[in-house]
């Protein structure tokens, strides 16, 4: 994996974690789905440590690393 591929998986997981805490913040104002809410902060603190752990593979890769 080079540094390019490892900021598009941090990308991608960012991106994950970001809908999912939208949904968890949704769901936390809806009487009917507010019992979803911790699974999907849950989730989605998971896909943020990803996003992390892609970001730091990218700072310590070079360009051409594969």
Excluded: F, Q
């Excluded at 080079?2 to 936390?28: C, D, P, V, Y």
Aim: glycine fraction near 4%; charged fraction near 30%; hydrophobic fraction near 45%.
């Amino acid at each position: 994996m080079n540094r390019e591929e490892a900021l598009t998986e941090a990308r991608i997981a960012a991106g994950k974690a970001e809908s999912l805490a939208r949904k968890a913040e949704a769901s936390a104002e809806n009487l009917d789905r507010k019992h979803l809410t911790p699974n999907l902060a849950a989730a989605g603190a998971l896909w943020a440590d990803v996003a992390r752990a892609y970001a730091d593979i990218a700072a310590a890769t070079t360009d051409t690393e594969n």
